[in-house]
């Protein structure tokens, strides 16, 4: 199995040079304390847990898997440890209030830390990546005495959350949910429902789990206006704000699935378990989505983790593996045949997956630096351009970064021809684990649906305008620039077509509603190419500017203006294919009939 390594350097690049996060850290008055010295720091020793602590157990993860008993859920071997390492080096307090026992430190650095869980072993990373999406939605909307009571176990790590919406017969239509939850008299509710495939829903790895609820009063209206949320524990607490009483909640079975075995996927029962109320009645859906765009964004960093993974191991066995001769005569003249590094083939697909993993990495953090400026900063009108940008580009980072970086780990298995499909080289599990992040938190579809009608539709463009806003200015600053050129004129020319593209589908919709659904998923994947055309430019423009400056690593930034060269290149003509099929209409989808579906079955 290949030796995972933090990309730090790269980190460093992105934060440092591309985005300036020290001056972004000191323009909001809650994150001065993150100075460069800090952060280089947390994310030294995040590397170093991330390398020798928790890489090691992700092929004993995938190949024990977690058991069930009546008892509990025990998860494999080295799991529990390594989650009370965790706890012990204060990790899951690093971007929480200090008021109920965090760091402080602001959420674009937790999230860099949740990247490099996530590529040491992303079945692992899932128990904790779940309780900071609890710990969001008890600062937003839990109340003082229920902040005071989980908050602070929840930041310290003793305790786990999980998040329950789903049942058996409603997935993404949460308005079908079945659940109810039953008023007592001391202000507590009876919670009674099945809730199925929620992730680290049981395990034996803290002391309690704090389920985060929907579910339904008795006089509730029907549809997603009558959804309620509430906060479920394993354990109740106790009157010394331990652990007391166990709730009548327990998980039936965990899901035998495709990939992320290290992590339970449970069937949790409810019955009449002790819930209390988060945020007002029927508003449910409008606090858990605090969760879910957590956790959205969380399954777009799963994005680029597969797609770093797939170059790292495609990387090294790339340079390592020996077959035929180069095309223009051997490279190894010494060895009997050369490494499949020199052949074509075998760089277009390394290629692509350090395109991706790069270009996503550029992304996320910008896209986590708008969490930052909502979270932190002072003006009101800040927080209210940088929430417009998150909700804009929050569907596109989930959706194209999980896509290409199934894409990434696929081509990482392909580097390794037959090998890839053995298990003990590790790159067939990347690609079983990454499949599930184009489905939870909103499948592809879903997640392109909100962004075409609801984000850019139903708000007459003027969330992408945000965007190619800021596109046209790069544009506009860098145009006559001949050290990249070669970027900025296509960068330019893509920019105007897509306001004219969304007005021509906008337009379309008009006289047809299923015209949206028909050129949504096409117009996030070209979406999600200019976007990372965008950073890959800029990502140009810094390395060019650093080599024309001098500096000592020649090679590093060389790379970066090659593999920005390539994806314009190589990648970025993707785009002419998904506008012929989103301008195509619906016709070709709708015309067909149930019946003529059927014939030759």
Same mark, same amino acid.
């Given at each position: 199995m290949p030796d995972y390594k933090a990309p730090l350097r790269d980190i460093q690049f992105v934060r440092n040079e591309l985005l300036?996060?020290?001056?972004?850290?000191?323009?909001?008055?809650?994150?001065?304390?993150?100075?460069? &010295? /800090? /952060?280089?720091?947390?994310?030294?020793?995040?590397?170093?847990?991330?390398?020798?602590?928790?890489a090691p157990l992700n092929r004993i993860g995938?190949?024990?898997?977690?058991?069930?008993?009546?008892?509990?859920?025990?998860?494999?071997?080295?799991?529990?440890?390594?989650?009370?390492?965790?706890?012990?080096?204060?990790?899951?307090?690093?971007?929480?209030?200090?008021?109920? *026992?965090?760091? *402080?430190?602001?959420?674009?650095?937790?999230?860099?830390?949740?990247?490099?869980?996530?590529?040491?072993?992303?079945?692992?990373?899932?128990?904790?990546?779940?309780?900071?999406?609890?710990m969001n939605t008890l600062s937003a909307h839990g109340t003082d005495e229920q902040k005071h009571?989980?908050?602070?176990?929840?930041?310290?790590?003793?305790?786990?959350?999980?998040?329950?919406?789903?049942?058996?017969?409603? *997935?993404?239509?949460?308005?079908?949910? +079945?659940?109810?939850?039953?008023?007592?008299? &001391?202000?507590?509710?009876? /919670?009674?429902?099945?809730?199925?495939?929620?992730?680290a829903g049981e395990h034996d790895m803290a002391d309690n789990i704090v389920h985060i609820v929907l579910a339904r009063?008795?006089?509730?209206?029907?549809?997603?206006?009558?959804?309620?949320?509430?906060?479920?524990?394993?354990f109740l607490p106790g009157t010394d704000g331990g652990v007391g009483e166990r709730n009548a909640v327990s998980c039936g079975s965990i899901e035998h699935k495709m990939g992320i075995h290290g992590n339970a996927t449970c069937v949790m029962n409810f019955d009449a378990a002790t819930g209390f109320l988060i945020g007002p009645p029927n508003k449910g859906l409008n606090c858990m989505f605090t969760f879910m765009n957590t956790a959205r964004l969380g399954t777009a960093i799963q994005g680029l983790a597969h797609a770093e993974v797939g170059f790292q191991g495609g990387l090294q066995y790339a340079r390592e593996r020996l077959q035929m001769r180069s095309l223009s005569g051997p490279k190894a003249p010494s060895q009997p045949a050369d490494p499949i590094i020199v052949h074509p083939d075998v760089r277009r697909m390394l290629l692509t997956a350090k395109a991706f993993a790069e270009g996503c990495r550029a992304m996320v953090y910008f896209t986590a630096k708008q969490v930052d400026i909502v979270k932190y900063s002072p003006s009101e009108e800040q927080r209210e351009r940088a929430d417009a940008m998150l909700a804009f580009l929050t569907p596109i980072a989930k959706a194209f970064m999980t896509e290409v970086g199934f894409e990434s780990a696929n081509l990482g298995l392909q580097i390794y021809g037959g090998h890839?499909?053995?298990?003990?080289?590790?790159?067939?599990?990347? /690609?079983?684990?990454?499949r599930i992040s184009m489905l939870y938190e909103g499948t592809t579809g879903v997640q392109a649906l909100d962004l075409l009608g609801r984000k850019v539709l139903q708000t007459q463009g003027e969330a992408l305008k945000g965007f190619t +806003?800021?596109?046209?200015?790069?544009?506009?600053?860098?145009?006559?620039?001949?050290q990249i050129g070669e970027f900025v004129t296509p960068l330019a020319k893509l920019n105007r077509e897509w306001g004219e593209l969304t007005m021509k589908i906008g337009m379309a919709a008009m006289k047809n509603p299923e015209e949206v659904g028909a050129a949504s998923v096409d117009y996030l994947m070209y979406s999600g190419y200019v976007c990372l055309a965008y950073f890959w430019a800029d990502m140009a423009r810094v390395a060019a500017e650093k080599l024309a400056a001098g500096t000592t690593e020649t090679a590093f930034y060389t790379a970066k203006l090659r593999t920005a060269r390539f994806y314009f290149q190589r990648i970025l003509p993707r785009t002419r294919a998904h506008v012929e099929a989103m301008l195509s209409g619906a016709d070709n989808l709708m015309a067909m009939s149930e019946e003529e579906f059927l014939p030759g079955l």
């Open positions: 300036d996060y020290a001056t972004h850290y000191q323009s909001l008055p809650a994150c001065t304390e993150a100075t460069p &010295d /800090v /952060v280089e720091a947390i994310l030294e020793e995040g590397a170093k847990f991330c390398e020798q602590v928790i995938d190949s024990q898997g977690c058991t069930w008993s009546e008892s509990g859920v025990k998860t494999p071997d080295g799991f529990k440890e390594a989650y009370a390492q965790y706890v012990e080096g204060g990790w899951p307090s690093l971007a929480h209030d200090v008021e109920h *026992g965090g760091q *402080g430190l602001p959420e674009s650095l937790g999230l860099v830390l949740s990247e490099l869980m996530g590529q040491a072993n992303w079945s692992w990373g899932m128990y904790p990546g779940l309780s900071h999406g609890a009571t989980y908050l602070t176990k929840l930041v310290s790590g003793e305790w786990t959350g999980t998040m329950c919406l789903t049942e058996s017969h409603c *997935g993404t239509d949460l308005g079908l949910l +079945r659940t109810r939850a039953e008023p007592q008299a &001391d202000g507590s509710y009876r /919670v009674t429902g099945t809730k199925i495939f929620i992730s009063l008795p006089d509730a209206p029907a549809g997603t206006k009558g959804i309620s949320l509430f906060i479920v524990p394993k890839g499909y053995i298990a003990e080289w590790g790159m067939e599990q990347n /690609v079983r684990d990454s +806003r800021i596109v046209h200015k790069f544009c506009q600053a860098n145009e006559g620039n001949p």
